[in-house]
T-cell receptor, first 111, second 110 residues
Framework: GQQLNQSPQSMFIQEGEDVSMNCTSS?????WLWYKQDPGEGPVLLIA?????ELTSNGRLTAQFGITRKDSFLNISASIPSDVGIYFC???????????FGQGTTLQVKP | ETGVTQSPTHLIKTRGQQVTLRCSSQ?????VSWYQQALGQGPQFIFQ???????GRGNFPPRFSGLQFPNYSSELNVNALELDDSALYLC?????????FGSGTRLTVV
């Protein structure tokens, strides 16, 4: 079945640094979604991408929908301690239309 | 607008028992999906309900079943609990791809 692979698995950075994480798949996705999950909470949608090549920002977050439709990246600029959490990419399965999630990138920010 | 509410927040059950988890959808959302999230993993799709009918199912055995009610709230039932069923169970209500997740129910099977 379709899978989403996220890298890196975890990151430990200094406050103020920029962060970049990726999501790739061997199959095409027509929508890419980026979620953040805080401990003890459900995922919260950060950015939605609907068109190949699309670059979308949400405050300090920027995400791009890859031209091949098989990848996406999420950048966080000038990280702050509240950016700590697990970041997931997700997309609708071409078979079922239901959301598939990557395994997540855990971000830790040192003040 | 109200968000997605799940109950209970935490639950401990014994292997072999049955459990019912509940979810209240966000206002205006007619679709509800349930996900299982094991520790350190991304959420895995269990099933989805649209207007009280099952509308897609992931790779989960029949002992995982669900219901959606006319007010779009939902239940997830798991029979004959196994130790591997220990996980965070997430409910998401949606309209198109606008998924809103609840905070989840942490189920521990001992």
């Amino acid at each position: 079945g379709q899978q989403l692979n996220q890298s890196p698995q975890s990151m430990f950075i200094q406050e103020g640094e920029d962060v970049s994480m990726n999501c790739t798949s061997s199959s095409i996705f027509n929508t890419w979604l980026w979620y953040k999950q805080d401990p003890g909470e459900g995922p919260v949608l950060l950015i939605a991408l609907y068109k190949a090549g699309e670059l979308t920002s949400n405050g300090r977050l920027t995400a791009q929908f890859g031209i091949t439709r098989k990848d996406s990246f999420l950048n966080i600029s000038a990280s702050i301690p509240s950016d700590v959490g697990i970041y997931f990419c997700a997309g609708p399965s071409s078979n079922t239309g239901k959301l598939i999630f990557g395994q997540g990138t855990t971000l830790q920010v040192k003040p | 607008e109200t968000g997605v509410t799940q109950s209970p927040t935490h639950l401990i059950k014994t292997r072999g028992q049955q459990v019912t988890l509940r979810c209240s959808s966000q206002s205006g959302h007619n679709t509800v999906s349930w996900y299982q999230q094991a520790l350190g993993q991304g959420p895995q799709f269990i099933f989805q309900y649209y207007r009280e009918e099952e509308n897609g199912r992931g790779n989960f055995p029949p002992r995982f079943s669900g219901l959606q009610f006319p007010n779009y709230s939902s239940e997830l039932n798991v029979n004959a609990l196994e130790l591997d069923d220990s996980a965070l169970y997430l409910c998401a209500s949606s309209y198109n791809y606008g998924y809103t997740f609840g905070s989840g129910t942490r189920l521990t099977v001992v």
